[in-house]
C-alpha cells in the first residue's frame, strides 16, 4: 500500500507558499478576513486554486460553497449527470451552473480520471474536495495527500476501518489541511452539547441513542446481485464505467448502481449508517470523548451478502474516559425508533412523535436531544431546561465563521487544523464504520482499538480492510 514520500525540496512552490504565508513576516498573503475584504470577494492571491473530483450530486453545493475561491479542475466520470443537473430550472440547478461557467471561463479544465488530473495540474492545484461514491474516497483522497494537497472528502471519511487509520496517518505527516464533509460539526448546536455536557448539566451520560429514516424512501437496501442473465443494460452515454468503479471487482454496469443508488451496496457505499450515522452521531460522539468502542452487536432484517440490510440496529459500547462512565450508544436505521425513558413519557416531544433523525443523550434525570445536524439542542423535559437555564454554562467554545467548506479553506490561509479534521474525523468514521461490520457479521464482537482489529474473529477482521488494484493511488 502506498503511503506518502519524504519528498526532498530545494524551493518553496506556491502551495508551501499559501500553507506558511500566515506565519511569515508581512503577511504577504493576506487571509480574506483582514484588510476589510469580505468572505466572498477575496484578493486574487489570497484565493485558493481548488480541484473538485466528482463535480454532480453533492458536489453541487460545494461547488457553490467555493465561489470564491479558484475552482481550476472538475473531475467526474459521468458528464451526463453533470450536464443534466447543470441545466436544472429548480433547487439549485442554476447557481451551481453559473459558478461552474465562471471557472470555465477563467481557464478551468474537465477531467475523467483524477489520476490524469493530479499528473498534468500537479503545481496548480493547492486542494482537493472528494465527493466521490464511498469506495473512491481513499484512493483519490490518499493520492491527494501524497502530492502534498489539502483535502476535503465527504462522509463517511472511507469505505473501510483500515483505510481511516491509514488516511489520518498520512495527512498528519504530510501537514495538509483536512477536512470531512459532516458539515452538522460547525454548528452552534454542536458546540452548545458539548459545552452542556462537559459541564455535566444533565449529570452522568450512560445511554444515548441515534436513528435515522434513512434508507427507506431514498434508496433501497437488503437487495440481491442484480440478474443479467437475459439483459445487460447499456452503459449510459457520457459515463466511463470502468473509472466508475475504479478499485471495485469488476462487473457489469446496472442502473441499480449508478447514478445513485450505490451507497446500499457493500462494494460501493457504507449503507445507512455511512451515509447518516457521521452527521446524527456526531455532536454526542464528540460532547462524550468516545474515542473507539470495546464491544459492537447488530441486528437486522435480512442480509443478502450483497446490499446492506432495509433495517438494523447496532449497539456500541463504549469504556470510561477520565471521570466519565462507561456508554452504551445505540443505533436505528430504517425507521427503527429508541424506546422512551421513564422520566420522558408525559414530555411534548414524545407525544408528537421523534423527528425522523435524532440524537437522544439520557442524563441521571433528563435529557439532551437534538436533530440530524445539531442545528439545535433541546433539554427534556422542558420543566427541566426551565429549571437549568439559569444554570446553563457559558459559551467557551469558538463558534465557526461561514459554511463548513468556508471553515476548511480558513483553515488552510490560517494553517490551523479545521473542526473536523482527520485526526477527528478518522477515528468517528472508524467508529461508525465498525458497526457496519457488525451487520454483515450479525454477531456481537470485541474489538482492540490499539490493534484496529476484532479479537479472535479473523472472519470480521476480512471486513476491516481490502486489496487495491495496481495504479489507482499516486505517489
Not at 498534468?120 to 493520492?143: G, K, N, Q, R
Not at 489541511?177 to 454548528?187: A, K, V
Not at 439542542?377 to 465557526?400: G, H, M, Q, V
Amino acid at each position: 500500500m502506498n503511503t506518502p514520500e519524504d519528498k526532498p525540496k530545494t524551493s518553496m512552490d506556491r502551495r508551501d507558499f499559501i500553507k506558511t504565508s500566515s506565519i511569515g513576516a508581512g503577511l504577504m498573503i493576506l487571509p480574506s478576513f483582514v484588510a476589510g475584504q469580505s468572505k466572498t470577494e477575496k484578493a486574487p492571491n489570497s484565493r485558493l486554486n481548488i480541484a473538485l473530483v466528482g463535480a454532480a450530486g453533492r458536489a453541487r453545493s460545494h461547488t457553490i460553497s467555493l465561489a470564491g475561491e479558484n475552482i481550476v479542475a472538475f473531475c467526474d466520470v459521468d458528464m451526463n449527470t453533470v450536464n443534466t443537473q447543470r441545466a436544472w430550472q429548480n433547487r439549485n440547478g442554476p447557481e451551481y451552473n453559473k459558478v461552474v461557467t465562471a471557472a470555465e471561463n477563467k481557464g478551468a479544465k474537465w477531467y475523467k480520471d483524477y489520476r490524469v488530473m493530479l499528473d498534468e495540474m500537479d503545481s496548480e492545484i493547492d486542494a482537493v474536495v472528494v465527493t466521490t461514491p464511498d469506495h473512491m474516497h481513499y484512493p483519490v483522497a490518499m493520492s491527494a495527500i501524497n502530492r502534498g494537497k489539502h483535502v476535503y472528502v465527504e462522509k463517511p471519511l472511507t469505505h473501510t476501518v483500515e483505510e481511516a487509520r491509514i488516511l489520518t496517518t498520512a495527512a498528519s505527516k504530510a501537514g495538509v489541511i483536512s477536512q470531512m464533509g459532516n458539515q452538522g460539526n460547525s454548528n452552534e448546536g454542536t458546540r452548545i452539547i458539548r459545552e452542556w455536557v462537559q459541564a455535566g448539566v444533565i449529570g452522568d451520560i450512560r445511554e444515548v441513542h441515534s436513528w435515522t429514516n434513512r434508507p427507506a424512501i431514498f434508496w433501497p437496501q437488503g437487495m440481491g446481485k442484480p440478474d443479467h442473465s437475459e439483459f445487460i443494460p447499456v452503459v449510459p452515454e457520457g459515463m466511463d464505467w470502468d473509472l466508475w468503479l475504479g478499485v471495485a471487482e469488476s462487473r457489469p454496469y446496472d442502473p441499480s448502481y449508478a447514478p445513485f443508488a450505490w451507497r446500499g451496496f457493500l462494494d460501493f457505499g457504507a449503507g445507512a449508517m455511512g451515509d447518516m450515522a457521521c452527521h446524527i452521531m456526531n455532536s454526542a460522539y464528540w460532547a462524550l470523548d468516545l474515542a473507539y468502542p470495546t464491544h459492537i452487536e447488530a441486528a437486522s432484517t435480512e442480509l443478502t451478502g450483497y446490499s446492506f440490510p432495509a433495517a438494523s440496529v447496532v449497539t456500541y459500547q463504549f469504556p470510561e474516559r477520565g471521570k466519565m462512565p462507561p456508554v452504551t450508544y445505540k443505533w436505528y436505521d430504517g425507521f427503527m425508533r429508541p424506546p422512551v425513558p421513564n422520566f420522558l413519557k408525559d414530555s411534548s416531544v414524545y407525544e408528537a412523535g421523534l423527528a425522523d433523525n435524532g440524537t437522544l443523550l439520557i442524563g441521571e434525570d433528563a435529557a439532551i436531544i437534538t436533530d440530524t445536524y445539531s442545528a439545535s439542542a433541546k433539554i427534556l423535559p422542558t420543566d427541566k431546561f426551565r429549571e437549568l437555564r439559569s444554570e446553563l454554562p457559558p459559551k467557551t467554545i469558538p463558534r465557526i465563521r461561514g459554511t463548513h467548506m468556508e471553515e476548511w479553506t480558513n483553515a488552510i490561509r490560517e494553517n490551523r487544523p479545521a473542526s473536523s479534521d482527520f485526526g477527528y474525523a478518522g477515528p468517528f468514521t472508524e467508529s461508525v464504520l465498525l458497526g457496519n461490520v457488525a451487520v454483515v457479521t450479525g454477531r456481537k464482537m470485541e474489538y482492540n482499538a490499539e490493534k484496529a482489529e476484532f479479537v479472535n474473529d479473523p472472519e470480521a477482521n476480512k471486513l476491516i480492510r481490502k486489496d487495491y488494484p495496481a495504479g489507482w493511488i499516486l505517489t
